[in-house]
């Protein structure tokens, strides 16, 4: 018999993508337009936020949400360094220079303690950018507090963190503006997409129009409208950040089962978490308030002092059981460009390295049997126990 293999993710499209995806073929119109307009709606609806705007990336969303909220050169912007670089590189985009702020260890947030020393260390930041790491919200009490008194403009990064919740409300009504993703491995996916939720009609009009060269009107309103459709104007050089329809029909698809998707996140994590816990040279994600508010994006386990092995060692026995894993993140201090640019020392971050230095994520997916959880963690305890070792 071969080795069971238990990829790191699955994709889950076995509702209306199929049928919502060939609506959009036979109408004949693929790019940005109807379907994109209806994701954009109920998408809204879902995180209780006034306007949504679809783009091809989170990144992209990142990029206009720092844009329109007046981020330029030379400003100084909070992002967490246990983040993807998207987080940060779209600052560099605008001239801007992200300052990285070490995480809580065990939950990979910035807290309000972190927070607060940073502004007495850089009291003239601008912005932060709010990562919600593996799809728990952080503390917006006292996140909120500061950004209001201190002026800060606060952009929610919440690739992982849809359907979150912070005590009940959900992620992507608080910030000035809030960026999802739909990449492949997502809570749900559009396949590759984002998009940016904001209350504010300022920025939405300003994101609207920037994701699509600066153009004044949407092609779809153009070739709608009774007005001319070949009338348009250039009043920005925006950028190319539009979500065609096909993207958008199998985001409308997953977003019905977005819930159910979540559940069983929940169901995968809690199984992870009744026979891992008590594992003496593991330590597990810590999570606050009630675990229906999580997404569950990630979860991982943190190889602690007490294990023998290393973390790429324990990765390759993973491995050779078939058992796919990855690394969320090696943090953006340790990256050559922000290193070298920024002067950056590991020392200056000690959370986030002693997360780094053992951090592995196990699979987490809606169809991941109970019984491949079980191979697993079985697998995990096998792989770090003494007869094992030997």
């Known amino acids: 018999m071969g080795v069971r293999t238990i990829p790191f993710s699955r994709v889950t499209c076995d509702g209306n993508e199929l049928k919502y995806v060939r609506e959009v073929i036979e109408s004949g119109w693929l790019t940005t337009a109807g379907k994109c307009g209806e ?38 912007v909070f992002v967490p360094t246990m983040t993807f670089t998207a987080s940060a590189e779209v600052i560099r985009y605008l001239g801007a220079d992200p300052i990285l702020l070490d995480v809580e260890f065990g939950t990979a947030l910035i807290t309000p303690a972190i927070l607060t020393e940073a502004l007495r260390r850089h009291p003239d930041a601008k912005a932060l950018v709010l990562v919600h790491f593996g799809g728990q919200a952080a503390d917006m009490d006292g996140i909120l507090a500061l950004t209001r008194a201190h002026g800060l403009r606060l952009i929610e990064d919440a690739a992982h963190a849809f359907p979150t919740r912070y005590q009940g409300r959900p992620i992507g009504s608080f910030g000035d ?10 809570t749900i996916t559009t396949g590759e997409g984002g998009m940016l939720v904001t209350n504010d009609e300022a920025i939405f009009k300003r994101a609207k129009v920037m994701r699509l060269h600066g153009i004044n009107r949407d092609i779809w309103d153009r070739f709608t409208a009774k007005k001319a459709n070949w009338e348009y104007d250039v ?25 159910e998707f979540r559940r069983e996140r929940q169901r995968c994590a809690e199984f992870y978490y009744r026979n891992l816990t008590g594992v003496e040279c593991l330590d597990l994600p810590v999570y606050r308030g009630a675990a229906e508010d999580h997404s569950w994006h990630l979860f991982w386990v943190v190889l602690n002092e007490k294990c023998p092995l290393d973390r790429n060692t324990f990765i390759g026995r993973l491995n050779e059981a078939g058992i796919g894993t990855s690394v969320h993140y090696k943090p ?17 971050y000690p959370a986030a ?3 780094w230095r053992g951090v592995v994520t ?29």
């Open 362 to 390: 196990l699979p987490v997916y809606p169809t991941l049997p109970d019984e491949d959880l079980a191979h697993v963690c079985q697998t995990v305890i096998g792989i770090l126990s003494p007869q094992h070792r030997g």
């Open 39 to 76: 994701f954009e709606r109920r998408f809204a609806d879902a995180v209780q936020g006034r306007y949504a705007c679809a783009v091809n990336s989170a990144t992209a969303a990142l990029h206009l949400a720092c844009e329109a909220v007046g981020i330029g050169p030379g400003d100084k």
């Open 332 to 348: 953006l201090h340790r990256m050559t460009y922000y290193r070298e640019r920024y002067g950056l020392r590991p020392e200056d």
């Open 177 to 186: 503006a809030t960026c999802f993703s739909f990449y492949a491995n997502k």
């Open 235 to 259: 009043v920005a050089p925006g950028f190319k950040y539009n979500m065609p329809d096909v993207n958008a029909a199998i985001g409308l698809a997953q977003l019905e089962r977005a819930d």
């Open 353 to 355: 390295e002693r997360h």
